[in-house]
């Protein structure tokens, strides 16, 4: 008897053409162990549909098909079902993905075959949930502008960034981490349980998704040069060791937003909050992973 597939699949994420005849094909071929059903997202009731999708079907795997706002939203609706997921990228930037070690979707193909599932933790940030990254500053307000451009996928991103590179002061920010007071100034403010953006950029290289921990990152590139040497270290996993830099690993903390600052959480703009409560919450999720993933963790233990 065939293991049940739920796919869930966002017709409208990123930059994907495939539509649900021709995901229909190539379910058939790449899942053909799986009786597979597919569901849409319309926008409308997900959470509430994809519930009943989980409790109809019992499924043994849950496949996604978008990109991070698509995992957070089935993440939302299924969790505490302990149910393994798996992302197929079809979003813009897919930066979740790329933490698990998913860069393309024949990556997706290969880690259901392969069927190797880690627990993964995410961050409770006042009501809402953090899968991957969150972040003040510098990168919400790039994702707000590409949120008011015309078009999607990553030269649209790309565009967007151009304005912001030199334009963002430096904010001031009150921190309590771990019951810790400091007081930082950041262009850029970050909560890190992934490890990289979905450009590639590497945020949080030592980082671990499953070690009952998150990191509090605080940017403050000051010159041009600083910029190009931040820059270059987030490609090469090395951002720790600037000086623009300063790392904080924790299981709490709580953050006063004293300028009130843009704020996002995985792609999602959270408007200018005067202060957040970030808490880790260990392993609440199950994801099959790539063996990369398997293979980087190992390396930071």
């Known amino acids: 008897m065939k293991k049940v597939c739920l796919f869930i699949f966002n017709p409208v994420s990123g930059d994907s053409t495939i539509d649900k005849e021709e995901l229909d094909e190539i379910v058939r071929v790449k899942l053909a162990h799986f009786e597979t059903s597919i569901f849409e997202t319309t926008g409308s009731d997900d959470t509430v549909k994809i519930k009943s999708e989980y409790v109809r079907l019992k499924p043994d795997l849950v496949l996604i098909g978008g990109g991070d706002g698509t995992v957070k939203l089935v993440a939302k609706s299924l969790i505490n079902t302990n149910i393994p997921f798996c992302i197929v990228p079809f979003g813009s930037a897919n930066g979740l993905a790329k ?3 998913i860069h393309t979707v024949e990556d997706s193909w290969e880690a259901v075959r392969d069927y190797v599932v880690h627990p993964i933790d995410a961050i409770r940030i006042n009501d809402e949930l953090c899968l991957h990254l969150a972040d003040f500053g510098f990168n919400a307000n790039l994702v707000k502008n590409f949120e008011a451009t015309d078009g999607r996928g990553m030269l649209a ?10 334009t963002t002061e430096s904010k001031s920010f009150k921190l309590k981490i771990d019951g810790e007071m400091k007081q930082v100034m950041a262009k850029m403010l970050v909560l890190a349980n992934g490890d990289q953006y979905g450009t590639g950029a590497l ?54 937003n004293v300028k009130e600052v843009e704020f996002q959480i995985d792609g999602e703009l959270m408007g200018k909050p005067q202060s957040i409560n970030a808490t880790i919450e260990k392993q609440v999720f199950q994801f099959i992973t790539s063996k990369r993933f398997s293979s980087s963790q190992k390396n930071l233990s």
């Open 99 to 101: 933490c698990l070690g």
């Open 203 to 256: 945020i949080n290289y030592k980082g671990k998704m499953n070690d009952g921990k998150f990191e509090v990152i605080a940017l403050n590139p000051e010159s041009a040069k600083d910029y190009i040497r931040m820059i270059m270290a987030m490609f090469r996993g090395d951002l720790e060791e600037q000086n623009s830099s300063i790392f904080y690993r924790c299981e709490s903390c709580e953050i006063e």
């Open 157 to 166: 991103y790309i565009k967007s960034s151009v304005s912001e590179i030199f």
